[in-house]
């Protein structure tokens, strides 16, 4: 073998990318050849360098700081999977298989329409009133997501504080219901979202609150 | 949190945890510096959690968080860039931020340690952005060349290439300041 031949191999003979036939043979000129030598010694005393180098200059994160980062990543990631669910609308098969009615449980009024095709139901300060979500399935479900975003002064019961909630539920063929306790704490209201979610599909509904 | 929400945390932390070393390091590569890599890592974190559906299901969730940021990093750069603009005014010279080094040798070695890699802090800056990650993956960091194919896009002949010029434009410079023998 030539220096010219082995010029080319130096890169993959120090990345260890080399047949062992030509690693041999490479190995065998520069024992006899200084000026090939001083070439693979300089190749890697920059690599040397390199690694030396990337050893020493990521600052380590500060203590506590992936214990943050996915603490923040599960509330801001929520926030953004609602808004995205929100915005997905009504699709796929999920929206094609299902459908949702919502039915006062203990307490039922009329709804009255806020919005156009938004029913809407109303509540009492303080008083929980468990509300039925009933879901029809044309077919057996299993992992589907089920969130609820509550609007501003209404929680579930049990849940005091949160304005989101999820689990992970399975839906039966045919009738499905969820009861859903809520409590009003400020009369504020405003939108109620449901979301299931299942596989790539997702489908919202909503629900106007009104406290008196 | 409910326990639907703590279940859910817990999954996402099960299965993020083990790549946050690796996808740590990959962000201060690509940002160049410690307050933007943890926008940039904070970023990541914050749009995967809604697909943890998908990491479930990933056969190498580490090759694809890592995927993951750099197509973030390349989609926001511009707004990374302009970070990093700052920074730099602010730091002054090449290596500036590096404070020190795990020292085990002597003084004198450890002294001679620090020049070295300040060096080549200053050699790597004056490379290409292209040029500067792929030695910077491959050389500093370990990744395999068909590693950084997976997480950039870029064929192995093309970062070989680039690795093949990072290299010899290093060897160029770091000869030009003294460091290193032209041969």
Not at chain 2, 56 to 71: A, F, K, Q, T
Not at chain 2, 170 to 182: H, N, P, V
Request: glycine share 6%; aromatic share 6%; hydrophobic share 40%.
């Amino acid at each position: 073998m030539t220096c010219t031949l082995i010029a080319p191999q130096i890169d993959d003979f120090l990345d260890g990318e080399l047949a062992v036939a030509e690693r041999s043979s490479l190995e065998a000129h520069v024992a006899t050849c200084a000026t090939c030598r001083s070439i693979v010694d300089a190749e890697q005393r920059l690599r040397d360098g390199l690694r030396e180098y990337g050893e020493a200059t990521v600052p380590a994160p500060d203590v506590l700081f992936y214990d943050r980062a996915l603490a923040r990543a599960a509330r801001d990631g929520a926030r953004r999977q609602r808004n995205r669910w929100v915005m997905t609308g009504f699709g796929g098969a999920v929206a094609a298989a299902m459908a949702l009615w919502i039915v006062g449980g203990v307490f039922f009024s009329a709804p009255d329409v806020l919005e156009p095709g938004i029913p809407s139901v109303t509540m009492s300060l303080e008083k929980p009133q468990t509300f039925n979500l009933v879901f029809a399935s044309a077919r057996a479900l299993d992992n589907a997501t089920m969130t609820v975003f509550l609007p501003e002064g209404v929680e579930v019961a049990g849940f005091a504080g949160q304005r989101e909630i999820t689990w992970m539920t399975s839906l039966d063929e045919g009738r499905n219901i969820l009861p859903l306790t809520l409590i009003a704490t400020s009369p504020v209201g405003g939108e109620l979202l449901a979301t299931l979610r299942h596989e790539d599909d997702d489908k919202t509904f909503r629900l106007q609150v009104q406290i008196i | 949190m409910s326990p639907i929400d703590h279940q859910q945390r817990a999954s996402f932390d099960a299965l993020v945890r083990p790549h946050l070393d690796r996808l740590y390091r990959l962000s201060f590569r690509l940002a160049g510096n410690k307050p933007e890599a943890e926008d940039l890592f904070q970023d990541v974190l914050t749009k995967i959690y809604p697909r943890l559906n998908d990491l479930v299901d990933i056969e190498e969730p580490g090759s694809w968080l890592c995927r993951i940021m750099y197509n973030h990093f390349i989609d926001n750069r511009r707004r990374y860039a302009r970070q990093r603009l700052v920074v730099i005014s602010e730091q002054g010279l090449p290596g500036q931020n590096i404070e020190a080094i795990a020292g085990n040798l002597d003084p004198v070695v450890d002294s001679e340690r620090l020049d070295n890699i300040m060096r080549l802090d200053a050699a790597l800056s004056a490379l290409s952005e292209e040029h500067r990650l792929v030695v910077l993956l491959h050389d500093s960091e370990g990744y395999k060349l068909n590693e950084i194919q997976e997480v950039t896009g870029v064929p192995v002949g093309t970062l070989k290439s680039r690795l093949h010029r990072a290299r010899a434009r290093l060897r160029e410079i770091l000869s030009a300041d003294g460091t290193e023998s032209a041969d």
